[in-house]
């Protein structure tokens, strides 16, 4: 059973704009979220987390946000470049780190 | 500067052999974990260690074993392996606290 689902396979956005990347968790015990960006022929690489106690965790372009409540985790990129385009994965932690699907973002110059 | 290292990074084999994928970490990292990525099912938990002598199944771990004899160290063994483990291989590891980081894969085909 899929602790970690991330609905949206893939998300085109044009440059300059938001993206937003979503994922669901059904497991309350989860006390560490992150999302990693991964290329073709390349490991995941971390991109940013946050612990359970925030809501909102920003690093330059990228902001994640925590709605607990809803067991909701959604990833902001602003502005969108055509660097960003890659899988996403999100990723929620209790001792083992549980991965989603990922979406494939293409981000249109 | 510390890393994490996955070999080889392409393997063909064929049916009933046993193949190892061998993955190095230079981090001190207690953490280590391998995980397979394939199409529609993200990244899946194969087996997991959280220090030298620890080893723990994870979601998949049907036709794999690790073994950890030292903190750098965590190879994968497909006992005698299936075209259903053809897949990308990716081991990770991490502190107690923190993110994970992820070495480069292993493609493995088995025909």
């Known amino acids: 059973d899929q602790q970690v689902k991330q609905n949206s396979p893939s998300l085109s956005v044009q440059e300059g704009r938001i993206s937003i990347l979503n994922c669901d968790y059904t497991?309350?015990?989860?006390?560490?979220f992150l999302w990693y960006k991964k290329y073709p022929a390349e490991g995941p690489t971390f991109l940013i987390s946050?612990?359970?106690?925030?809501d909102k965790n920003e690093d330059g372009r990228f902001t994640v946000f925590l709605n607990k409540s809803a067991k909701h985790l959604s990833l902001h990129i602003v502005p969108s470049q055509p660097g960003d385009s890659a899988v996403y994965f999100c990723?929620?932690?209790?001792?083992?780190?549980?991965f989603g699907t990922g979406t494939s973002l293409t981000v249109i110059p | 500067d510390a890393e994490i290292t996955q070999s080889p990074r392409h393997k063909i084999t064929e049916t009933g052999r046993q193949v190892t994928l061998a993955c190095h970490q230079t981090?001190?990292?207690?953490?280590m974990f391998w995980y397979r990525q394939d199409l529609g099912h993200g990244l899946r938990l194969i087996h997991y260690s959280y220090g030298v002598q620890d080893t723990n199944k994870g979601e998949v771990s049907d036709g794999y074993s690790v073994s950890r004899s030292n903190t750098e160290d965590l190879p994968l063994t497909l006992e005698s392996a299936a075209s259903s483990q053809t897949s990308v291989y990716f081991c990770?590891?991490?502190?107690?606290?923190?993110?994970?980081?992820f070495g480069e894969g292993s493609r493995l085909t088995v025909l």
């Open positions: 990770a590891s991490g502190p107690n606290t923190g993110e994970l980081f």
């Open positions: 990723a929620a932690s209790v001792g083992q780190f549980y």
């Open positions: 497991n309350s015990m989860f006390d560490y």
């Open positions: 946050i612990s359970s106690i925030k």
């Open positions: 981090w001190n990292h207690n953490n």
